[in-house]
């Protein structure tokens, strides 16, 4: 049996554009994807922590360094500039798998350069 697991979360990030007529993803920067060990066209779930909307989408890469995390297409109606978010990516894994697992966790400041990065172990 698989068990779903957090792989990754960039905690707190701030919204720095909107563009409802994009085809519809995430634009992030690709420094923050590589923090985060995201890929481009990968499933994330974004929870707005300003308004409380909790959605899923996925990642388009944006221009490394300009720290850009975006809402596009219908997502760009569920947030705000300036709103603050958690980008959580999610995998499957077997039990053989989970003992060697890492989760990573990205901090970023107010705007959106990378503060810290952890990893941790998933324990069950």
């Known amino acids: 049996m698989l068990e779903k697991f957090l792989k990754s979360k ?11 007529e994009y085809e519809g993803s995430l ?4 420094d923050l994807m590589d923090a985060a060990n995201l890929s481009p066209f990968e499933s994330v779930w974004i929870y707005n922590i300003s308004n409380g909307a909790r959605f899923e989408t996925y990642i388009i890469p ?12 219908a997502a760009a ?11 959580a990516a999610y995998a499957w894994y077997s039990p053989d798998e989970i003992d060697s697992a890492v989760v ?5 400041d107010e705007e959106n350069r990378i503060k810290d990065i952890k990893e941790t172990r998933i324990c069950v």
Do not use: C, Q, S, W
């Open 10 to 20: 960039i905690h707190r990030a701030r919204i720095t554009g909107r563009d409802l």
């Open 27 to 30: 634009t992030l920067d690709p």
């Open 62 to 73: 944006g221009e490394r360094g300009k720290r850009e995390v975006a809402l596009n297409g």
């Open 77 to 87: 109606r569920l947030g705000e500039i300036g709103d603050k978010i958690i980008i």
């Open 104 to 108: 990573k966790l990205v901090f970023v």
